[in-house]
């Protein structure tokens, strides 16, 4: 009973996903003819360099597609659409609640835009498709570990000027192994004492430390992956006292290499150390996959429990970065779809608000 048609009808929570790793296809061929770029204009042709396909996983191999996407960002009016689309798929896939990160100086550096714009662009684009597909979208910003401290800052407080207008967060990413977070240690203290709250990319390809580091040094409220953090039993035990919520990526962790193997991956050791997770897609359209495969996959190779699924969701809406009376609203629709137990459950859920959807 737990197929992809079920699971698919479920409302879901998508607290990791990448804007930058959510582009269409279909939409980058377009954009490629209209502006002449230097890129194969044909879907299959150009699937390779902005999708994984059948390459051995590996990080540089898969952090390699954004370099290419980065050249699409070419126009106020591109960058609207392309950040509509990402919304209108999630609705597509009931994801009714978003928190969507994206670097604004990933979508201004080839074309030069100034880095306010580009997250008004993104911010305007989202408030629409939240409004046309009856949906709640929360954004976070995204600073990049490996470029300059001083644009970190500049984003960072494009964000606390933001906070009203749907800027919910700040995370950190970017190249973990070659590029330490202390820096940016400062940034996230102020951004705090701002009344943000910040989700760290950590343990997805550096160890436990990383994940430690990003906790108590810099304050995260959640962490994004935090996979190696099973190396290290106080880390674990620092997870769950904190009740530190885990931004699992099941597809993600396996094509970057940060799992061997999907029966391998840590989420049951998560849950028996009683560390909330979650799960989320981190980069769909890079890894060619929607929230639902991903409950799908969680449920097949990990055998993951209706209920366990449900637990989750209700600890994604809890680690939102919402405020308490949002939070319990979204709790009290979710509560029409997702019985008790799977016993409960048996038509798909025609009382949840599922909005005018225009993509289709
Ligand atoms: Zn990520």
Same mark, same amino acid.
Request: aromatic share 10%.
């Given at each position: 009973m737990l197929n992809y048609e079920m699971l698919k009808t479920l409302p879901k929570v998508d607290l990791h996903r990448h804007l930058e790793g959510s582009l269409r296809l279909e939409t980058l061929v377009e954009t490629a003819r209209e502006y002449n *770029?230097?890129? +194969?204009?044909?879907i299959e042709s150009l699937r390779p360099f902005v999708q994984v396909t059948?390459? +051995? +996983?590996d990080a540089s191999s898969f952090l390699a597609k954004f370099e290419t996407l #980065?050249?699409?960002? #070419?126009s106020p009016e591109m960058i609207h659409r392309l950040a509509y689309e990402v919304v209108a798929d999630a609705a597509r896939d009931h994801v009714r609640y978003l928190e969507l990160r994206f670097s604004p100086q990933a979508l201004s550096r080839v074309q030069g835009f100034r880095l306010e714009d580009v997250t008004q662009w993104v911010i305007d684009a989202t408030q629409e498709a939240s409004r046309d597909f009856n949906m709640d979208v929360g954004l976070i910003l995204t600073l990049v570990r490996h470029n300059s401290l001083e644009q970190a800052k500049q984003v960072a407080e494009i964000g606390m000027r933001n906070q009203h207008q749907g800027i919910r967060g700040l995370d950190l990413a970017g190249d973990e192994i070659n590029f !330490?977070?202390?820096? /940016?240690k400062g940034l996230f203290v102020e951004a705090h004492q701002a009344g943000m709250q910040c989700t760290i990319h950590a343990g997805?390809?550096?160890?436990?430390e990383a994940v430690r580091f990003a906790v108590e040094?810099?304050?995260?409220e959640r962490i994004g992956h935090?996979? #190696?953090? $099973?190396?290290d039993q106080y880390v674990l035990d620092l997870l769950r006292e904190r009740q530190i919520p885990l931004e699992i990526c099941l597809t993600s962790n396996l094509q970057t290499a940060s799992v061997a193997h999907i029966g391998r991956h840590p989420l049951r050791q998560f849950m028996q150390n009683k560390i909330p997770v979650t799960l989320n897609t981190d980069d769909p359209r890079i890894s060619n996959i929607t929230l639902t495969n991903e409950f799908e996959s969680a449920v097949q190779? *990990?055998?993951? $429990?209706y209920e366990e699924l449900r637990q989750m969701t209700f600890t994604a809406i809890e680690s939102a970065f919402l405020s308490s009376e949002k939070k319990m609203r979204l709790k009290q629709l979710f509560s029409i779809a997702w019985k008790p137990t799977l016993r409960d459950f048996?038509?798909? +859920? !025609? !009382? /949840?608000p599922h909005g005018n959807n225009k993509s289709h």
């Open positions: *770029l230097d890129v +194969p204009k044909e059948n390459e +051995p +996983p #980065r050249h699409f960002y #070419r !330490s977070a202390d820096p /940016f997805e390809w550096c160890g436990a040094e810099l304050g995260a935090g996979v #190696r953090a $099973t190396e190779h *990990l055998h993951i $429990t048996n038509a798909p +859920p !025609s !009382s /949840f």
